[in-house]
Nanobody, 115 residues
């Protein structure tokens, strides 16, 4: 059974940084493109970044230049380094297969950007 566990969220001031982690189990992690998604209140879930099995990243325009996605295939982890955070980055962040989520969503991790 696939399990995705996100962590690292919190409350941060505008301009601050956070590093999110996602631990995956129950899959052959290294063969999949992984993505970070977010869902803000009242909005649809959107993908903000993805990373291929060969470590090629892609970013949504809204986060390009501020967020960095990385992965550790040996530990089955995917990370999202978020810098220069803005209030509009406030959301629950999730990881899943990309570009089409294929597994049950984890609980997510809340990121709140506020002064």
């Amino acid at each position: 059974q696939v399990q995705l566990v996100e962590s690292g969220g919190g409350l941060v001031q505008p301009g601050g940084s956070l590093r999110l982690s996602c631990a995956a189990s129950g899959i052959i992690f290294s063969i999949y493109t992984m993505g970070w998604y977010r869902q803000a209140p009242g909005k649809q879930r959107e993908m903000v970044a993805s990373i291929s099995r060969l470590n090629s990243p892609n970013y949504a325009d809204s986060v390009k230049g501020r967020f960095t996605i990385s992965r550790d295939n040996a530990q089955k982890l995917v990370y999202l380094q978020m810098n220069s955070l803005k209030p509009e980055d406030t959301a629950v962040y999730y990881c899943n297969r990309a570009p089409s989520p294929a597994w049950d969503w984890g609980q997510g991790t809340q990121v709140t950007v506020s002064s």
